[in-house]
């Protein structure tokens, strides 16, 4: 099982980009989905995630105020709208799905998810 995101590119700084994520195999209503990114020579981080069950969002202190994540569950996608973005924010984004709902400690831990995305590169530079 294969997650999909897309959206990625090329963005000014201080203009707004929005990722997707989706899976034709996988009910993503049901599971928890979190937003990572890596950039390069870092370690991947955990962006932004979203309950299975209710509407309770976590995001991380670098991107709070900046982006939002959100559910369209008719579609069963999951979106990660970014604004006033930063050269700093230039990654590989990820989405992620968990079987199991991680807690505030661990949702921005790789280890808590069960299903990976392929990634999509998202650059901020003028």
């Known amino acids: 099982v294969q997650l999909q995101a897309y959206g990625g590119g090329l963005v000014q700084p201080g203009q707004s980009l929005t990722l997707s994520c989706a899976s034709p195999g996988v009910t993503l209503n049901l599971l928890a989905v979190t937003w990572f990114r890596q950039a390069a020579g870092k370690k991947r981080e955990g962006v932004a995630y979203?309950?299975?069950?209710?509407?309770?969002?976590w995001h991380a202190n670098s991107v709070k105020g900046r982006f939002t994540i959100s559910r369209d569950r008719a579609k069963n996608t999951v979106s990660l709208e970014m604004i006033k973005m930063k050269p700093e924010d230039t990654a590989v984004y990820y989405c992620?799905?968990?079987?199991?709902?991680?807690?505030?400690?661990?949702?921005?831990?790789?280890?808590?998810?069960?299903?990976w995305g392929q990634g999509t590169q998202v650059t901020v530079s003028s």
């Open positions: 979203t309950s299975p069950h209710d509407a309770t969002t």
């Open positions: 992620a799905a968990a079987n199991m709902n991680p807690s505030y400690a661990t949702w921005a831990e790789e280890k808590s998810y069960d299903y």
